[in-house]
Antibody
Framework: EVQLVESGGGLVQPGGSLRLSCAASGFTLSYYSMSWVRQAPGKGLEWVSYISSSSTTIYYADSMKGRFTVSRDNAKNSVFLQMNSLRAEDTAVYYC???????????WGQGTLVTVSS | DIQMTQSPSTLSASIGDRVTITCRASQSIRSWLAWYQQKPGKAPNLLIYEASTLESGVPSRFSGGGSGTEFTLTISSLQPDDFASYYCQQYDSYPLTFGGGTKVEIK
């Protein structure tokens, strides 16, 4: 069974940093591209970032470029999202998702809540 | 960036109703569109990909159609478990984008 488990969320002050992790199990992570998607409280889904299976291709949403960095460690079955210079508008549940060919998502984690507030 | 516009934003319907949600893309995305269902406090659940292909395990009352810039998600006979929010997502090009969502409520 495919499992994705996010961790690392929490309360952080504006301007602060946080590193999210996504632990993958039930499949061979190195075969799949992965993505992060977020959802602000009471709002819709927003795509954040994509990383290819071998990390050779990476994309970010415009509002995250220069502040967020996605990475992965296939040997440790993990994907990461380093978030710097956090703003109040980054407050959201962050989901890790496995990309099917073409980048739609059949497998999602349960999400981790990031709250940016003083 | 490709903008995805969903309508309506809220839909009130009764059990057994036929329900249709529309998603429009700001430029052609061919058939690279997915639909998701999301219930409160839960991760999204994939319903349809490539505009009209039903994901394994999804009830056949769900169907998708369209290509280019206009797409639909239809629920042929609304069931109690279907009251939820629905999102479209284009994966024709990066940045990937989602529609604003449609909340299906009990009438």
């Amino acid at each position: 069974e495919v499992q994705l488990v996010e961790s690392g969320g929490g309360l952080v002050q504006p301007g602060g940093s946080l590193r999210l992790s996504c632990a993958a199990s039930g499949f061979t992570l190195s075969y799949y591209s992965m993505s992060w998607v977020r959802q602000a409280p009471g709002k819709g889904l927003e795509w954040v970032s994509y990383i290819s299976s071998s990390s050779t291709t990476i994309y970010y949403a415009d509002s995250m470029k220069g502040r967020f960095t996605v990475s992965r460690d296939n040997a440790k079955n993990s994907v990461f999202l380093q978030m710097n210079s956090l703003r109040a508008e980054d407050t959201a549940v962050y989901y890790c998702a496995r990309s099917n060919p073409g980048s739609y998502y059949a497998s999602w984690g349960q999400g981790t809540l990031v709250t940016v507030s003083s | 960036d490709i903008q995805m516009t969903q309508s309506p934003s809220t839909l009130s319907a009764s059990i057994g109703d036929r329900v249709t949600i529309t998603c429009r893309a700001s430029q052609s995305i061919r058939s690279w569109l997915a639909w998701y269902q999301q219930k409160p406090g839960k991760a999204p659940n994939l319903l349809i990909y490539e505009a009209s292909t039903l994901e394994s395990g999804v009830p056949s009352r769900f169907s998708g159609g369209g290509s280019g810039t206009e797409f639909t998600l239809t629920i042929s006979s609304l069931q109690p478990d279907d009251f939820a929010s629905y999102y479209c997502q284009q994966y024709d090009s990066y940045p990937l984008t989602f529609g604003g969502g449609t909340k299906v409520e009990i009438k």
